[in-house]
T-cell receptor, first 114, second 113 residues
């Protein structure tokens, strides 16, 4: 079984400030971890993913996330927020096993103010 | 081609209508998925096709009928829907069913009137 908890349904930052979106997971086997972004009335776009290997993962649009097994976390960060980063962000997990599906967290809406 | 294409982008249908949503990918992926997403909620899995066979049906009502004609195409046939079925329907594909790297389409916004 697997699950994802995203802390905070809304996060507000000022333009240029650090973005930190929190994600904790639960998985009975080594996980695959993902961050997706969704702009209004659009589908989901993959920001980055962790499968195996390096625990610091760099993605698109300046985002990165670090897999911390001891903390069962996969928090998403960006050093400097841009207005165009305002969107819904979903953390997701699947299991590194022969058969698995993607389980999403409830999402975090990132609000960026000028 | 690294995209999943969904048509139509918007659909308005009456409760007695029959319509179909289409999804296409040319990445050679062998697993395809239908998700339903209500406003301000995460996507919810509906169906999984693996190697063109239905492998998961998440207790979806029979008014939703999936079809996978070949490895590149996925359809969702709709009949006698209810207003509460109005949602964004997302298609996704992955290399196989091992939970690695889903690619999502942009979705079909369905409104049932």
């Amino acid at each position: 079984a697997q699950s994802v908890t995203q802390l905070g349904s809304h996060v507000s930052v000022s333009e240029g400030a650090l973005v930190l979106l929190r994600c904790n997971y639960s998985s009975s086997v080594p996980p695959y971890l993902f961050w997706y972004v969704q702009y209004p009335n659009q589908g989901l776009q993959l920001l980055l993913k962790y499968t195996t290997g390096a625990t610091l993962v760099k993605g698109i649009n300046g985002f990165e996330a670090e897999f911390k097994k001891s903390e069962t976390s996969f928090h998403l960060t960006k050093p400097s927020a841009h207005m165009s980063d305002a969107a819904e962000y979903f953390c997701a997990v699947s299991m590194n096993s022969g058969y698995s599906t993607l389980t999403f967290g409830k999402g975090t809406m990132l609000l960026v103010s000028p | 081609d690294t995209e999943v294409t969904q048509t139509p982008k918007h659909l308005v249908m009456g409760m007695t209508n029959k319509k179909s949503l289409k999804c296409e990918q040319h990445m050679g992926h062998r697993a395809m998925y239908w998700y339903k997403q209500k406003a301000k909620k995460p996507p919810e899995l509906m169906f999984v096709y693996s190697y063109e066979k239905l492998s998961i049906n998440e207790s979806v009502p029979s008014r939703f009928s999936p079809e996978c004609p070949n490895s590149s195409l996925l359809n969702l046939h709709l009949h006698a829907l209810q207003p509460e079925d109005s949602a964004l329907y997302l298609c996704a594909s992955s290399q196989d069913s091992g939970g690695y790297g889903y690619t999502f389409g942009s979705g079909t916004r369905l409104t049932v009137v």
